[in-house]
């Protein structure tokens, strides 16, 4: 629903979103209530020490507005507990219960001031037991009103008196912002949140350059951010009942599909020759990627013997045979590459750990194994290369011989130029061709490292028409449909289960906002019950939640009307407002650029349950997948750790070692699966 209104403006906290730090306000209280009423009863009021005065008028002022306290409390929590997100009739009061609240801090900060001047001045003679239930009450109040001081910080919304406003002609306060007035006031207040959101990326980012390129990043960043949720009225807890209700939707749907249709083929078919073969060179180069990310990854994955097998390596001198550009001053991240990949010293061509804005490392390798020169394009793996990530625009990348639209992330696009500049202009590639002329070309890389290898690949493919690249885990908003046909004759992109990052990308956004918004408007259940039960379907599973509608009978073209005289939770005539008709409808528009994954699509998916305990042994199975089934976001607990580059070689391992029962090729002949 919309941020509650209080104090003149608007917070980043909802009427409903009260109950657990109500609930457990109360229970705090309540305990100290219950000590100090044992402390009174125990002395009958009678003190024998010297501000014996002072102490009785602070316990019974403390019972006073401790019980006062908790009865405020407990109202908000009752009525923050009534109603549904959109439905907030029932909280109407909730801004009355919450200034009664902040009333009642003003003795409690009183009591607290007397309670330490009595510690200080007048506690000598008091029996020790006495004096530690007062200093722990004063303590105990100090941190409740610092808690409350952070929590203000926290839920503050620089935007809150931006909010446009209904008029007072309009019908339940409906915002038709058609009106030349209204389109300069939304106007101006995404100009407002653009500045926000650059003056807490600065913040964030305090310690980088404030040179114009980063200055440019952070304004591309600010734009996209700000641009997402500003055409709705949600606060974050709104979003997450959102994402519980939907995962429990997807996992229904998941579940009453029917299975897949596969045809047999013969151990000897050319689809899985094809993809045994793939599975191989996927896994072996899977370990370049993985490398690239230095000591942290090599460490994290082998946390018991990653440390005693780089300590005796990090310091150790090396012949300057080839290029270390920007390394640790130990070189613990390329004894770590020469631990996972198994290759020498001398087989390397050029290192590079030097980390920017659009500027990412990678190192270039002879791989005597599979007769190839391998460049490595590390992942996300600081701050400078998230933002990288999030400079999601689409950038014109004209490539020969490509016809249509050629579009790339603006963020991975400039990445991948940069590695493309060292890599031909310094001579960096002719250095290895002329080590070994009859080798390829092999680019590989995880995350944000393989969205540029694939782009690479790309700038890469007029001037060595065999090269190849593998990409694991690439992100999903990556290359418009032309340049992601091109790249399927040279690109293979790797995606194990739901992975988020593959399915990331603005339209994909825009259509888990619309899914997000229309779930939640249709949900008669109060917020507080649906994070308690999505928090335990994550944890322990169990069967999704079937949660009825409000709304059958209601269009949900009128989702825009307000609810019991609320705001409604979208700006009239917004992309969110439209997107909620049906997909047929011509409302439906998409506002961004569909992006799509590179070359073609290798899936890894788990078999089996989807639930098991933790110590059972997951099996996997590949198949050929297609761009399109990564259409949409799927809501599930290992959307992120599928992402990571250790679990993804860890499926590659066990499917190389468990092949005539894993794989699938014929299945994205027949199907295209996981759409939801």
Same mark, same amino acid.
């Given at each position: 629903?919309?941020?509650m209104? /209080?104090?003149?403006?608007?917070?980043?906290?909802?009427? #409903?979103?009260? /109950?657990?730090?109500?609930?457990? &306000?109360?229970?705090?209280? /309540?305990?100290?209530?219950?000590?100090? /009423?044992?402390?009174?009863?125990?002395?009958?009021?009678?003190?024998?020490?010297?501000?014996?005065?002072?102490?009785?008028?602070?316990?019974?002022?403390?019972?006073?507005?401790?019980?006062?306290?908790?009865?405020?409390?407990?109202?908000?929590?009752?009525?923050?507990?009534?109603?549904?997100?959109?439905n907030?009739?029932?909280?109407?009061?909730?801004?009355?219960?919450?200034?009664?609240?902040?009333?009642?801090? %003003?003795?409690?900060?009183?009591?607290?001031? %007397?309670?330490?001047?009595?510690?200080?001045?007048?506690?000598?003679?008091?029996?020790?037991?006495?004096?530690?239930?007062?200093?722990?009450?004063?303590?105990?109040?100090?941190?409740?009103?610092?808690?409350?001081?952070?929590?203000?910080?926290?839920?503050?919304?620089?935007?809150?008196?931006?909010?446009?406003?209904?008029?007072?002609?309009?019908?339940?306060?409906?915002?038709?912002?058609?009106?030349? @007035?209204?389109?300069?006031?939304?106007?101006? $207040?995404?100009?407002?949140?653009?500045?926000?959101?650059?003056?807490?990326?600065?913040?964030?980012?305090?310690c980088?350059?404030?040179?114009?390129?980063?200055?440019?990043?952070?304004?591309?960043?600010?734009?996209?951010?700000?641009?997402?949720?500003?055409?709705?009225?949600?606060?974050?807890?709104?979003?997450?009942? @959102?994402?519980?209700?939907?995962?429990?939707?997807?996992?229904?749907?998941?579940?009453?599909? #029917?299975?897949?249709?596969?045809?047999?083929?013969?151990?000897?078919?050319?689809?899985?020759?094809?993809?045994e073969?793939?599975?191989?060179?996927?896994?072996?180069?899977?370990?370049?990627? +993985?490398?690239? !990310?230095?000591?942290?990854?090599?460490?994290?994955?082998?946390l018991?013997? =990653?440390?005693?097998?780089?300590?005796? #390596?990090?310091c150790?001198?090396?012949?300057d045979?080839?290029?270390?550009?920007?390394?640790?001053?130990?070189?613990?991240?390329?004894?770590?590459?020469?631990?996972?990949?198994?290759?020498?010293?001398?087989?390397f061509?050029?290192?590079?750990?030097?980390?920017?804005?659009?500027?990412?490392?990678?190192?270039?390798?002879?791989?005597?194994?599979?007769?190839?020169?391998?460049?490595?394009?590390?992942?996300?793996?600081?701050?400078?290369? +998230?933002?990288?990530?999030?400079?999601?625009?689409?950038?014109?990348?004209?490539?020969?011989?490509?016809? =249509?639209?050629?579009?790339?992330?603006?963020?991975?696009?400039?990445?991948?130029? !940069?590695?493309? *500049?060292?890599?031909?202009?310094d001579?960096?590639?002719?250095?290895?061709?002329?080590?070994?002329?009859?080798?390829?070309?092999?680019?590989?890389?995880?995350?944000? =490292?393989? =969205?540029?290898?694939?782009?690479?690949?790309?700038?890469?493919?007029?001037?060595?028409?065999?090269?190849?690249?593998?990409?694991?885990?690439?992100?999903?908003?990556?290359?418009?449909?032309?340049?992601?046909?091109?790249?399927?004759?040279?690109?293979?992109?790797?995606?194990?289960?739901?992975?988020?990052?593959p399915?990331?990308?603005?339209?994909?956004?825009?259509?888990?906002?619309?899914?997000?918004?229309?779930?939640?408007?249709?949900?008669?259940?109060?917020? !507080? *019950?649906?994070?308690?039960?999505?928090?335990?379907?994550?944890?322990?599973?169990?069967?999704?939640?079937?949660?009825?509608s409000?709304?059958?009978?209601?269009?949900?073209? &009128?989702?825009?009307?307000?609810?019991?005289? &609320? &705001?409604s939770?979208?700006?009239?005539?917004?992309?969110? !407002?439209?997107?909620?008709?049906?997909?047929?409808?011509?409302?439906?528009?998409v506002?961004?650029?569909?992006?799509?994954?590179?070359?073609?699509? %290798?899936?890894?998916?788990?078999?089996?349950?989807?639930?098991?305990?933790?110590?059972?042994?997951?099996?996997?199975?590949?198949?050929?997948?297609?761009?399109?089934?990564?259409?949409?976001?799927?809501?599930?607990?290992?959307?992120?750790?599928?992402?990571?580059?250790?679990?993804?070689?860890? $499926?590659?391992?066990?499917?190389?070692?468990?092949?005539?029962?894993?794989?699938?090729?014929?299945?994205?002949?027949h199907?295209?699966?996981?759409?939801?």
């Open positions: 629903m919309p941020g209104v /209080v104090f003149g403006r608007r917070w980043g906290i909802a009427s #409903d979103d009260l /109950v657990f730090p109500g609930a457990f &306000e109360i229970f705090i209280r /309540v305990l100290w209530w219950i000590g100090t /009423v044992l402390l009174y009863s125990y002395h009958k009021g009678q003190f024998d020490c010297n501000g014996k005065g002072v102490l009785h008028i602070y316990l019974i002022g403390l019972l006073v507005v401790l019980a006062l306290i908790i009865l405020s409390l407990c109202a908000i929590v009752y009525v923050s507990a009534q109603g549904t997100i959109t907030p009739g029932s909280r109407r009061c909730m801004p009355t219960l919450v200034y009664l609240r902040a009333l009642l801090y %003003l003795p409690e900060l009183m009591w607290a001031c %007397l309670g330490a001047v009595w510690v200080s001045d007048d506690s000598k003679g008091c029996d020790p037991p006495t004096v530690g239930v007062v200093v722990a009450a004063v303590v105990a109040s100090w941190i409740i009103l610092l808690f409350t001081a952070l929590g203000v910080i926290f839920v503050f919304d620089p935007l809150g008196d931006s909010r446009p406003s209904a008029a007072p002609m309009e019908p339940l306060g409906v915002r038709h912002l058609e009106s030349g @007035g209204g389109t300069q006031f939304l106007s101006t $207040a995404r100009s407002l949140a653009v500045k926000v959101w650059e003056s807490r990326l600065r913040l964030l980012c305090c980088l350059p404030q040179d114009e390129s980063n200055r440019a990043a952070f304004s591309s960043i600010s734009q996209l951010v700000s641009g997402f949720f500003s055409d709705t009225d949600l606060v974050p807890s709104d979003i997450a009942a @959102g994402l519980a209700l939907l995962h429990q939707e997807q996992d229904k749907m998941e579940r009453s599909r #029917d299975p897949d249709v596969t045809t047999d083929h013969s151990p000897s078919s050319p689809i899985e020759e094809d993809l073969s793939e599975l191989e060179k996927a896994v072996h180069f899977m370990h370049f990627a +993985a490398a690239a !990310y230095g000591w942290p990854l090599y460490v994290y994955s082998n018991l013997t =990653g440390p005693c097998k780089l300590s005796g #390596d990090c150790r001198s090396r012949a045979e080839f290029d270390i550009v920007g390394a640790d001053h130990l070189g613990c991240n390329f004894s770590s590459i020469l631990q996972s990949t198994g290759l020498q010293d001398r087989d061509i050029h290192v590079s750990f030097h980390n920017q804005i659009y500027e990412i490392p990678f190192f270039v390798a002879l791989d005597h194994k599979r007769e190839s020169i391998l460049v490595a394009v590390r992942g996300t793996l600081s701050l400078k290369d +998230a933002l990288t990530d999030l400079s999601a625009e689409c950038e014109n990348m004209p490539i020969d011989g490509v016809t =249509g639209a050629c579009y790339a992330h603006k963020g991975i696009s400039q990445a991948a130029s !940069y590695i493309y *500049r060292k890599l031909v202009n001579g960096i590639l002719n250095q290895a061709f002329s080590i070994a002329p009859e080798y390829k070309l092999v680019i590989t890389g995880h995350s944000l =490292g393989a =969205g540029a290898a694939a782009v690479l690949a790309i700038l890469l493919r007029n001037s060595f028409p065999t090269l190849q690249c593998y990409a694991f885990s690439p992100p999903g908003g990556l290359l418009s449909k032309a340049l992601a046909d091109y790249s399927k004759d040279f690109v293979v992109s790797v995606v194990l289960g739901k992975d988020l990052v399915r990331l990308s603005l339209p994909n956004m825009e259509d888990l906002k619309r899914k997000i918004l229309k779930i939640v408007s249709n949900c008669n259940k109060p917020k !507080y *019950r649906i994070l308690l039960q999505g928090c335990w379907y994550e944890l322990f599973g169990g069967e999704p939640d079937d949660s009825p409000e709304m059958v009978s209601r269009r949900e073209e &009128e989702l825009n009307l307000p609810l019991l005289g &609320e &705001e939770l979208l700006i009239h005539q917004s992309s969110s !407002y439209q997107s909620l008709a049906s997909d047929d409808s011509p409302l439906h528009t506002p961004h650029m569909p992006f799509f994954l590179p070359g073609r699509v %290798l899936h890894i998916l788990e078999d089996g349950p989807t639930r098991r305990s933790c110590f059972s042994q997951v099996r996997y199975r590949a198949e050929w997948s297609n761009e399109m089934a990564f259409r949409s976001i799927l809501i599930s607990p290992s959307m992120l750790v599928d992402h990571m580059p250790d679990a993804v070689l860890r $499926a590659l391992k066990s499917l190389t070692s468990d092949k005539p029962y894993s794989l699938c090729p014929s299945s994205s002949n199907s295209q699966h996981n759409v939801v």
